[in-house]
């Protein structure tokens, strides 16, 4: 099997999920939640090197108060209590997206977790909240910009690279898959730039319902397509 070396999920239809079994779209969350977790875990098993999800966008806020709250908590829960497993498994962890508005104890306990796997060598597992591509675009532009207004660069020395480092997932490589769950077949503003020539899957399996076996599916399709690049196939 040719494993992908950077797999990216946009994990959607826990609400879905949910109001078809007559439960709250919360319960589709808390299982979903529990699925991410393991995925990470046949992810890293199948020699994937980074796997990075979407958790929460930039447009989720407009949800009712007690899903956001629900899902912050999540989180919250996640960010607290999975050091020892991180460390057990060799898992460095990033969050992608602009932490500045997230709860003052979310931000302390995700500066933590990523200080305390920072040196792991294992999967890379990058969780992006409130996280938006063009957001993250213009923050990465204003950062430029002021580099170059101190006069650490120069406005002719940006380029692709550069624009790239200055993104929150700088220093790490672009996906090779992406896979969007529950049927919809859109973006919804996820790694916008980094997705340039990322092969695309689409399932309409539900994000709790999904496994080991539908990652290996995915993994299957990938490796039946030809990446040309703009290029001639051989
Ligand atoms: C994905 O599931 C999780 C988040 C977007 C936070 P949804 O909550 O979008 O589920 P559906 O799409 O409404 O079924
Ligand atoms: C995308 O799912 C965001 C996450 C998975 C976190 P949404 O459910 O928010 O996307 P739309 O609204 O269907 O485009
Ligand atoms: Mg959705």
Known sequence: MMVPQHVAIIMDGNGRWAKKRGLPRTMGHTRGAQVVEQILEDADDLGIRYLTVYAFSTENWSRPAAEVKALMNLLRTYMKTSLAKCAKNNVRVRVLGDKTKLAPDLQ???????????????????????YGARDEIVRAVRKLAADVKDGRTDADAIDEAALSNALDTGGIPDPDLLIRTCGEERISNFLLWQIAYAELYFTDKAWPDFDRAELEKAIEAYGKRERRYGGLSE
């Open 108 to 130: 302390a306990a995700i500066a933590n977790l990523e200080k305390e796997t920072a040196g792991n060598t294992g999967i890379t597992f990058q969780i992006a909240i409130n």
